[in-house]
């Protein structure tokens, strides 16, 4: 047979490593006390893994978990057409090489009795201490999940919110092609070399959906919805707001996935002054060396809106912390006219649509809610007067149109056009 060899583990291995570990599982008809997801986990993430190869066939493989001076070897497998032949031991000794090499003094190793790998740890040396108890409580499925939303004041949002997302079709292309599919078409993702997005920031003027948006797309990966509210965390704690945006991403990495939104986040990373005594330097700088930690897990995303995406710090906007910067304009006539529709209900077959469209050239999807809700109200309490059946009509909402302030203002679309062509990043 062929001469086998070790090196690191790559994260190419991992199909055949899957491969090895299950067939070790089978032979010993037992489960492992380490389960496979866990086993992987600390291999991708750097702890000590070491495989052995014969040619480009994975034929073994070592993993460790390091907790200080002391590591668990999580994994000892061999492919069964490779045991008793000293790889197991080799292994062995090359992952203690590389735990030595981290300071650690103390190695254990908890397997079924009989399993594969026990040869092995006797073969160098580890000795088996008897009188031992093995404990384990395994908490019902999504258990923690639970916990651990309530506690951020989470939720899972009904289904549905993405498709109800009336007009606003030009960002709903974007954010689609953008942030959903990769993330609710993995596979194909991959196969083409497209990395996931694990943050985006939504920018535009106030009103134009950005939550929205947010809740949608969360809506649309079935994911629990967490909204940040910077002012909360600092009136809730006396440790500081950084220390609060610590414990809060500390929680969130016990989630199996979870879509965090943080609002108006131009409060907390807003351009930073140089000077030492702002009080919001270190809450900036908190937040900037969070993400990358963030961006560590898989099935997370973090979404960040502003009103004002100039004020926001530089560096809180490299390539390297949000993968994309979209715009969320003002709605635009077809967008205009998708949303007074699904505001005026049954009045959109009797009222001049088009007529409502053009008047309404300032207004936001939350403007437009307003007065169609406005003009309704004035045709119901008419008709509790007259008793006479009559619909809503036009100038019912004209009416409303002209009680409402609308929220755009020509300025903030000139801001708004300016801010597309300096910081969107599609």
Known sequence: MPAWRLRDYHDDDLDQAIRIWDQNRQADDRDPVFPVSEVMAAARAGQAAVV??????????????????????????????????????????????????????????????????????????????????????????????????????GRMLPPGLWEGMAGMEREKQVVERRIVLPLTEPAVADRYGVTPPKAAILFGPPGTGKTSFAKAVASRLSWPFVELFPSRLAAATDAGLAAALRDVFADLAALDSVLLFIDEVEEIAGTRSGQAVDPSHGVTNELLKLIPGFREHDDRLLTCATNSVRSLDPAFLRPGRFDYVIPIGPPNPAARAAIWTRYLGPASDTVDLDHLVRVSELFTPADIEFAARKGAQAAFERELVHRRGAPATTEDYLIAVADTRPTLTAQAIEEFTEDIATYSRL
Request: no cysteine; net charge neutral; hydrophobic share 45%.
């Open 52 to 153: 052995a190869v014969v040619g480009d066939e994975l034929v073994g493989m070592a993993v460790a978990q390091t907790q200080g001076e002391r590591a668990w070897v999580v994994l000892v497998a061999l492919s069964p057409r490779w045991r008793d032949r000293g790889i197991g031991s080799a292994l062995l000794a090359e992952l203690e090489r590389r735990l030595r090499a981290l300071g650690v003094r103390r190695v254990s190793a908890l397997l079924p009795a009989s399993a594969t790998g026990t040869k092995a740890l006797e073969h160098s040396g580890y000795l088996t201490r008897t009188g031992l108890v093995y404990y384990e409580r395994i908490e019902p499925p999504g258990a923690a999940n639970t916990e651990v939303i309530d506690h951020l004041g």
